[in-house]
């Protein structure tokens, strides 16, 4: 069965610096990998998403991602923070690849501090 | 293109009653997921519909169902209500091959059973 692992429920970062939120994965199959973001009272917004190809991925708001397989990791990261990425993240993997449903992680709330 | 919408946001329920959910997709697509969000347990996945048909369940009791029309709006329903069942319910539809298979979220339907 596939699974995902967010380390950390809580960060926090101060403006302008690195981002850093932690994902791995545990599937048997080659995955589908995401990340989404939600913001207070919102549904969740697609950053970015690994299927195949480079393993280097970059999304929208200057967040990116490398898938490595090696490490069964998705870690997603943005050289510098801003106010407005105070939020939470998801990491999920799709079940049964391309047409599978999303397992997600418990999420991982980012606190941007002044 | 409009977003995927659910209606209604938001939803007071008593113990023992039932409550029918919608959602419209984004117009093209044909598949939509229903998943679960509480502070507990997370996102997790309850059901998908493709061409009116179920095709993937997750792991909850039989008092979770859905439905799909021909227009691709789905509906899902939870009878016998719990206080359990109290839950940010968010649907996703999903683009088609073409598209890359990416699931666009709703911003919920937040019930609150008491």
């Known amino acids: 069965a596939q699974s995902v692992t967010q380390l950390g429920s809580h960060v926090s970062v101060s403006e302008g610096a690195l981002v850093l939120l932690r994902c791995n994965y545990s599937?048997?199959?080659?995955?589908?990998l995401f990340w989404y973001v939600q913001y207070p009272n919102q549904g969740l917004q697609l950053l970015l998403k690994?299927?195949?190809?480079?393993?280097l991925v970059k999304g929208i708001n200057g967040f990116e991602a490398e898938f490595k397989k090696s490490e069964t990791s998705f870690h997603l990261t943005k050289p510098s923070a801003h106010m407005s990425d105070a939020a939470e993240y998801f990491c999920?993997?799709?079940?049964?690849?391309?047409?599978?449903?999303?397992?997600f992680g418990k999420g991982t709330k980012l606190s941007v501090k002044p | 293109k409009a977003g995927v919408t659910q209606t209604p946001r938001y939803l007071i329920k008593t113990r023992g009653q039932q409550v029918t959910l919608s959602c419209s997709p984004i117009?093209?697509?044909?598949?939509v997921s229903w998943y679960q969000q509480t502070p507990g347990q997370g996102l997790q996945f309850l059901f998908e519909?493709?061409?009116?048909?179920?095709?993937n369940k997750g792991n909850f009791p039989g008092r979770f169902s859905g439905r799909q029309f021909s227009n691709s709006r789905s509906e899902m329903n939870v009878s016998t209500l719990e206080l359990g069942d109290s839950a940010l319910y968010l649907c996703?539809?999903?683009?088609?091959?073409?598209?890359?298979?990416?699931?666009?979220f709703g911003p919920g339907t937040r019930l609150t059973v008491t």
């Open positions: 996703a539809s999903k683009a088609p091959p073409a598209g890359g298979y990416e699931q666009y």
């Open positions: 599937s048997s199959v080659p995955p589908y």
């Open positions: 690994y299927t195949t190809g480079a393993t």
């Open positions: 999920a993997v799709s079940e049964g690849g391309s047409q599978g449903n999303l397992i």
């Open positions: 117009s093209g697509h044909r598949s």
């Open positions: 519909y493709f061409s009116e048909t179920q095709r």
